[in-house]
């Protein structure tokens, strides 16, 4: 599929969500094949680290600036390498021992992620569900403590 958006030709594969860009624009792809909207790479960022974030070049970063700087998006599919005790929570990945994923959706605008600390109700080496239940969306979990537990709210 190859769009044209700011005077640039992107290529852009929807089944990898992966871009090919030039110039100084970042292309932000909204979700699927949804026509995205280029902005200005950053030309600085500051040093804030937070969990990994998964971008559409099957990089990883340490925040969203980085990501743009480097002329791409999120990536809410995951896609990239995760690391061991690391697992993929949409675009960034969480540790499975500490956190679970908290997916959201929103129906006016894309989905968010987060990676909340576990309560103190889970066992740190063998979380469950179980130790959820009483969170939000709660009995809206999937996973184990191997692959890490996920909560997603409607």
């Given at each position: 599929m190859v769009?044209?958006?700011?005077r640039e030709v992107i290529v852009y594969d929807s089944r990898l969500n992966t871009e090919l860009l030039e110039d100084r624009l970042t292309r932000h792809?909204?979700?699927g094949d949804q026509t995205g909207t280029c902005k200005p790479r950053p030309e600085v960022c500051l040093l804030i680290a937070g969990p990994p974030l998964c971008a559409c070049n099957g990089k990883t970063y340490l925040n969203e600036c980085e990501v743009?700087?480097?002329?791409?998006?999120?990536?809410?599919?995951?896609?990239?390498?995760?690391?061991?005790?690391l697992f993929a929570c949409g675009y960034i990945q969480c540790d499975a021992q500490t956190q679970y994923c908290l997916h959201e959706h929103h129906p006016s605008g894309p989905d968010t992620f987060s990676c909340p600390m576990l309560p103190a109700t889970c066992s740190p080496h063998h979380p469950t569900c179980g130790c959820l239940a009483q969170e939000p969306c709660g009995n809206s979990c999937t996973?184990?403590?191997?692959?890490?537990?996920?909560?997603?709210c409607p």
């Open positions: 769009i044209r958006v700011c792809t909204g979700a743009n700087a480097a002329g791409s998006d999120l990536n809410a599919r995951g896609t990239c390498e995760v690391p061991s005790g996973g184990d403590a191997t692959a890490g537990l996920t909560l997603t």
